[in-house]
């Protein structure tokens, strides 16, 4: 084995795609996946890889310093890919502190492990913080957030993500820790758990539910498939250069209501309804507090220094991602049994 890598979330939605890739692509490297397994981590994500000899999972939080210290001084870990997060805007308007707890102090229990194990000795290392679109805030109708702009974050899950990567960069600058963040926007695909929007779209128009709209459905997200961001990933991780930002997006903008109508006319035909059947479900309910109006990811740096860009055309992602759904039932059924029920039950009951 040539190299150590602790990937952390890794039962979760990207982290399942980012585990995948690297344990196919790299078979000399050992890929270790971190994960508490909360609610949104789920290791059926990865059946297809578990056996693999280049793959182990650890059970664990990273908010455990104690845990995380010994864990570094056992494996000696020679890079990681951060993921773990409570990564949900909804779950952090209604419980903040989780999100402090582990975006911000799980993310310094690992540098500190980190720093700890190497010292000042980082050659061939790399802590790799995987971050959102979101730390830059909101736009208006025109422009686009490139790796300069000011952070301006306006939820409580925005603001943690921010705040670790501060602590992330301000660890390059204090300890050298060699360190590179990249900022995505929203990514979609399979295995995404459905609080967010378009699987938990996809499964109440399966099941013939209303469909929440936030507001009025103005609000505008670029939308990437996460099978492109994992490969974005693979390539900083190889390629990008040590205390740099890149930013990651699919040049794909969508006003929610718009995405919506489109999902309602591929659901259609997949379903065998007349078509506008659907769209009869679309249901405008309460906005959410703060609501940023519109992201748009400025990702020619990447582009340009890395030669990355998004692979697939949004309509031909969605159509796959929605067959993937229908394929999957019952990985649908799984995740959304017991208690998700209440959760979702507390979160659009009095909308
Ligand atoms: P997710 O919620 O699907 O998965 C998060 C994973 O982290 C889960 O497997 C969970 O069990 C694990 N986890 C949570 N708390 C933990 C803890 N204390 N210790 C160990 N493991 C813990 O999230 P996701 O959508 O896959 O996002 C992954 C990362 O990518 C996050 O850092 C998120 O901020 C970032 N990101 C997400 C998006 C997006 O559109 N989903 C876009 C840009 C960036
Ligand atoms: P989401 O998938 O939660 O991602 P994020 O908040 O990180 O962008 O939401 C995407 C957009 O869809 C966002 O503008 C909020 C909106 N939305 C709804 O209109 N209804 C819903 O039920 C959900 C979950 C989100």
């Known amino acids: 084995m040539t190299k150590k890598i602790l990937i952390t979330g890794g039962a979760g939605f990207i982290g399942s795609h980012v585990i995948r890739t690297m344990v196919n692509n790299y078979p000399d490297y050992h890929i270790y996946n971190l994960d508490k397994l909360t609610y949104a981590g789920n290791l059926k994500n990865l059946t297809d890889?578990?056996?693999?000899?280049?793959?182990?999972?650890?059970?664990?939080?990273i908010v455990d310093d104690a845990f995380i210290m010994k864990l570094f001084d056992d494996y000696k870990f020679d890079s990681v890919i951060h993921l773990a997060a409570e990564s949900h805007v909804d779950r952090s308007i209604s419980n903040p502190n989780a999100f402090i707890h582990t975006n911000i102090v799980g993310t310094v229990n690992l540098l500190n492990a980190f720093r700890n194990i190497w010292k000042d000795n980082f050659a061939e290392k790399l802590f790799y913080h995987i971050s959102t679109d979101e730390v830059y805030g909101s736009l208006g109708e025109e422009g686009m957030f490139t790796e300069e702009t000011a952070y301006d974050p306006r939820s409580p899950?925005?603001?943690?993500?921010?705040?670790?990567?501060?602590?992330?960069?301000?660890?390059?600058h204090t300890f050298n820790l060699p360190v590179v963040i990249s900022n995505c926007s929203n990514n979609y695909g399979a295995y995404q758990f459905p609080e967010?929007?378009?699987?938990?779209?996809?499964?109440?128009?399966?099941?013939?539910?209303?469909?929440?709209?936030?507001g009025k459905g103005e609000n505008v997200r670029d939308w990437l498939w996460v099978n492109d961001h994992a490969a974005a990933i693979d390539l900083i991780f190889h390629k990008g250069r040590v205390?740099?930002?890149y930013n990651i997006?699919?040049?794909?903008?969508?006003?929610?209501?718009?995405?919506?109508?489109?999902?309602?006319?591929?659901?259609?035909?997949?379903?065998?309804?007349?078509?506008g059947e659907s769209s009869?479900?679309?249901?405008?309910?309460?906005?959410r507090a703060g609501h940023d109006l519109r992201y748009a990811i400025?990702?020619?740096?990447?582009?340009?220094?890395?030669?990355?860009?998004?692979?697939?055309?949004?309509?031909?992602g969605l159509r796959n991602t929605v067959d993937w759904y229908m394929d999957n039932q019952q990985w649908m059924e799984d995740v959304?049994?017991?208690?998700?029920?209440n959760y979702y039950k507390e979160q659009y009951d009095n909308r």
Not at 49 to 61: A, L, R, T
Not at 157 to 172: F, G, T
Not at 280 to 287: A, G, M, Q, S, W
């Open 49 to 61: 890889i578990e056996n693999k000899s280049n793959y182990s999972f650890i059970k664990g939080d």
């Open 157 to 172: 899950y925005s603001a943690s993500k921010a705040s670790s990567d501060h602590l992330v960069r301000a660890y390059y």
């Open 196 to 214: 967010k929007l378009i699987p938990l779209a996809i499964n109440n128009i399966k099941n013939r539910k209303p469909i929440p709209v936030y």
């Open 243 to 245: 205390g740099e930002t």
């Open 249 to 275: 997006g699919g040049n794909n903008e969508w006003r929610n209501i718009d995405l919506i109508r489109l999902l309602c006319e591929v659901m259609d035909e997949k379903l065998g309804r007349e078509k």
């Open 280 to 287: 009869e479900l679309i249901t405008f309910v309460k906005d």
């Open 298 to 316: 400025d990702s020619s740096k990447i582009q340009n220094e890395l030669g990355w860009k998004p692979s697939v055309d949004f309509k031909e």
């Open 336 to 341: 959304t049994s017991g208690t998700y029920q």
